[in-house]
């Protein structure tokens, strides 16, 4: 089991460029979360996914980001015209089960917006 | 809305001292999933407990915690810190059939020998 993987692990946009994140979730896992991690903030959740559909992205910036997960074993984050603001590290889980399901969490991709 | 508060940013304390860290939240629902999440330095979160069950105390690793539902706590301790210990913790809320878990700010543990 690789476990939840990320790709870029880092990824340097100047303001005003657009950052695409990349998530594969553990296989067999039916749900699949996005959040965002700042020294200030800590974990701030922005959308997340259950068996392919959209559930909640009540945490999403409206204008700017998007997230889509066209199959079960990949989702994307979307960052059009990045802002310095929008830089952190961006985390995404999956999970198998209920409410009371754990959180598995990839590395990371960090962002730095210049 | 719903909420999780970590009263302390950062906790220092010396080895084989006892350490707690606070947790509290606030919901509507009478059913809260309370969980630990630990980020060690350049690593992911994990889970380190959860619970659901009132007055039950739960334990992991040398870690234990008990959730309260009467004070709206789920505070996490140990009675020896470990060097290792060192890392941030995350309390999370999540109630059945809920929407994803919601973090509080986080509270950064340094143990020093």
């Known amino acids: 089991n690789a476990g939840v993987i990320q790709t870029p692990r880092h990824k340097v946009t100047g303001k005003g460029q657009e950052a695409t994140l990349w998530c594969e979730p553990i296989?067999?896992?039916?749900?699949v979360f996005w959040y965002r991690q700042t020294i200030v903030q800590g974990l701030e959740f922005l959308t997340y996914f259950r068996n392919q559909a959209p559930i909640d992205d009540s945490g999403m910036p409206k204008e700017r980001f998007s997230a889509q997960m066209p199959n079960q074993s990949h989702s994307t984050l979307k960052i059009q015209s990045t802002q310095p603001q929008d830089s952190a590290v961006y985390l995404c889980?999956?999970?198998?089960?209920?409410?009371?399901?754990?959180?598995?969490f990839g590395s990371g991709t960090r962002l730095t917006v210049l | 809305g719903d909420s999780v508060t970590q009263t302390e940013g950062l906790v220092t304390l010396t080895e084989g001292l006892p350490v707690m860290l606070n947790c509290t939240y606030q919901t509507i629902y009478s059913n809260p999933f309370l969980f630990w999440y630990v980020q060690h330095l350049n690593e992911s979160p994990r889970l380190l407990l959860k619970s659901f069950t009132d007055n039950k105390r739960t334990e992991h690793q040398g870690f234990h915690a008990t959730l309260h539902k009467s004070s709206s706590s789920f505070h996490l301790q140990k009675s020896s810190a470990q060097l290792s210990d060192s890392a941030l913790y995350y309390c999370?809320?999540?109630?059945?059939?809920?929407?994803?878990?919601?973090f509080g700010t986080g509270t950064t543990v340094s143990v020093s020998p």
């Open positions: 999370a809320l999540r109630y059945q059939g809920g929407r994803a878990l919601i």
């Open positions: 889980a999956s999970s198998d089960r209920g409410s009371a399901e754990t959180l598995y």
């Open positions: 296989s067999g896992h039916s749900a």
